[in-house]
């Protein structure tokens, strides 16, 4: 007998493995927040002694989902302003709204905004917002695993004066969590029409020097296409090319407006694209070209964004919507099969967050993984695991969240934070947020 | 002080009246199955004394959805047949099961539908399938308001050897279930690809006869256009106009493949057009023009159609679903807006049954009506409504789902069958189904 912290028992695993096998009656052996044997309940039970047994036996386990590209802050923005050209709002309502927040206020609405994602499945994700020192806090005491960066604007944010200033916060933090276990942070300029080229470059640099990746909004629009040709005479993919920022370890959110050159080159790069279809369709920006990236080779994973253009952050939604939307988009019933999704939201996520530790449960892989409750209607019956992931199941079905070994959402109860205490506190935001938004 | 059976308290009740208006605090005074009274709280209080008190201060009440075009027995087969071209998902997987599809089967099946609509938030559907005595025995035994009706095909059915059979069995249908309080039954010709201009005849003069209402499958693809100018020399809209068919109380599912005459022509007949966007997607059957179809005046209700082509039966999911997709389509973020696609689910959805006691809750219309818990993450923080509802709720916040007045789902419970004997039956049809779907 060996020995280990837990054994995980369920009545299936979908491991996400290479052969993406699915196993019965199965269990996870789990130390030290990492997985150390995976196979039939019942072996496991006689080979590892653990200090406590997780009976799941009427649930589906999987990897933990990736939410490849969100602002968690923006959840107390939800409802605020929807159905509106997107300029107006932008600017009549979102803008304004953000010129006047708090570590505090970002800390409350971020810490809401993981604890949909936990409730919903979710175990790490890539945050962009300002502030970005009081989202890590957040995200450590939710228990989430989370790549940030501090959103760098050629213009003040509530947070930075300067775009200086905001990567001075990017060094400081990248510095304060070096060799965290779950938050590491990145360079995170927002895009290439808020930022200048002289801005890029020095997010260049940075990352270079402090080996770390890169992050930013590409391609969200032909209008952001047409911006960037008027001012800069390329269009975004090449302008970013020419500046160097393709060379780092990268992460692109959006890429609606791309070319297939433009795809190919950044399958070169070796760049990942996080495909937002929510957001896309709901700020009607356009549908991204996923099948072809994805027949081109290019690793593309899944992203939520913020609340405000969601209004959701649930990977289960997205998964779902790719899946349709794409064979809408080919005409083809065919396109984007369920397993194909699925991939996206686990093994891609996990290339787009740059941490092979996450997006499989195998041996040597983080303890991170989703229980789901399958007899809930819609669960039934259960003919084929991926097809129920992707287009039956909502996410809240989600009984228990695991972040490296520890369980960090059971049964309603979030186990590192006081939520009843936090929805008081969101609930008191309302005055605020209404005047803010020049509603009230 | 007035006398009433149940007193039902809510934090809020968004009441799809008129004015759309949402009341905080608020009550509903219902007795015999029909909303009595309706206002706040205290008023309500000092007004009525009630037999039961339901005390749901926590919670969001607003009127129970209506699923205009489902198959619920085809649940079964969730997950079963998934990403296949449209000729070998159906003849390869649907069509082998459901020529082996039995009263029984259909039941469990329809049942396990119903579980899921009503645990969604869902109390009223039109259903069309085969053995529909047996859909309607589960719709009883669910509590489910249900508009059914058997499938009429130019070909041999399991349950109906020829379409006469079927309009037979309708006929018996409307006999047994005349004058009930929640079921109702329509005459439903499948579509115009699989039946002819004499069994449509005959449907008209059935429907006419009895003074019932026709629902059927229309204008779902180009390739049903094509083969019906082909057959008739006619587009289908015309078709169908031709024989009489929009004449009478007639509500029309997916409609999407139709031009702007052909919207005319179904507003001037009163038509219902039943959007079902999740399935027309996932067929990659194309988008229905559905803000042309408002704009001009028509009535658009929505539908999950079958487990097979969705495969969820929420009115939440696809009420989203509708309003993000016709921002893309139109490339115009406040197409669809939030209020736009909770109408559809409701008002339009009670024209689409015709029923006029469903779609608000109003003093005289039935007590169907659901209750979500709006302390679920991405249901804070609370600004709007209408904007929670449709982009942020999945309907698995529904924690009391209550059907005139009768409480048929609380809590994860349901009242009037045993939902885990349901789930057993279920899983044991399993090795039928597979071997009929040619699987195993």
Redesign the interface.
């Known amino acids: 007998m060996h020995h280990c912290q837990t054994l995980l028992q369920a009545a299936r695993i979908v491991t996400q493995d290479a052969q993406r096998r699915v196993l019965s009656n199965a269990a996870l052996a789990i130390d030290q927040g990492i997985i150390v044997d995976i196979g039939p309940s019942a072996e496991l039970s006689s080979r590892w002694q653990a200090d406590s047994c997780l009976h799941l036996e009427d649930r589906l386990v999987l990897p933990g989902l990736v939410n490849a590209h969100t602002h968690a802050a923006m959840?107390?923005?939800?409802?605020?302003a929807?159905?509106?050209?997107?300029m107006d709002?932008l600017q009549q309502r979102i803008f304004p709204v953000e010129q006047r927040l708090t570590p505090r206020l970002v800390r409350l609405g971020s810490l809401?905004g993981f604890?949909?994602m936990l409730?919903?499945g979710i175990t790490a994700c890539t945050d962009m917002y300002i502030f970005e020192n009081a989202v890590l806090e957040a995200a450590d005491q939710a228990g989430i695993r989370c790549l940030a960066g501090e959103g760098v604007f050629a213009f003040p944010s509530a947070a930075c004066a300067q775009p200086s200033a905001a990567l001075t916060v990017t060094r400081e933090l990248a510095a304060q969590y070096q060799g965290h276990e779950r938050l590491r942070v990145a360079v995170m300029p927002h895009s290439v029409y808020t930022t200048t080229p002289e801005i890029l470059a020095a997010c260049r640099d940075l990352a270079q020097e402090l080996n770390l990746p890169l992050h930013m909004h590409l391609s969200e629009t032909q209008e952001e296409t047409r911006l960037c040709q008027e001012a800069h005479g390329r269009r975004p993919v090449d302008y970013c090319h020419n500046l160097g920022l393709l060379d780092l370890p990268c992460s692109l959110a959006h890429v609606v407006d791309v070319n297939s050159a433009e795809v190919a080159t950044l399958r070169q790069h070796g760049v990942v694209v996080v495909h937002n279809p929510?957001s896309?369709?709901?700020?009607?920006s356009?549908?991204a070209p996923v099948t072809e990236m994805l027949e081109q080779g290019l690793t593309v994973a899944l992203g939520t964004d913020g609340?405000a253009s969601?209004?959701?952050?649930?990977v289960f939604?997205e998964m779902r919507?790719a899946?349709?939307?794409h064979?809408?988009r080919?005409?083809?019933?065919?396109?984007?099969?369920?397993q194909a999704a699925l991939d996206m939201a686990t093994l891609a996520g996990a290339a787009a967050l740059g941490d092979a530790r996450l997006g499989s449960l195998e041996k040597g892989k983080a303890a991170d993984c989703v229980a789901l409750d399958i007899?809930?209607?819609?669960m039934?019956?259960?003919?084929?695991e991926a097809?129920?992931l992707v287009?039956?199941a909502?996410?809240?079905?989600t009984r228990l969240t695991m972040v490296g070994g520890e369980i960090v959402y059971q049964d309603g109860r979030f186990t590192r934070f006081d939520?009843?205490a936090l929805?008081a506190e969101?609930?008191d935001?309302?005055a605020f947020?209404?005047r803010a938004a020049g509603l009230a």
């Open positions: 959840t107390i923005l939800r409802g605020l929807d159905d509106m050209p997107l709002w809401l604890a949909e409730r919903t929510s896309n369709m709901k700020l009607a356009g549908t609340a969601n209004n959701r952050l649930s939604t919507r899946a349709l939307l064979k809408l080919t005409a083809n019933p065919v396109s984007m099969p369920a007899s809930e209607p819609n039934l019956p259960l003919h084929n097809s129920q287009y039956a909502t996410g809240m079905e939520y009843p929805c969101i609930c935001l309302r947020l209404w």
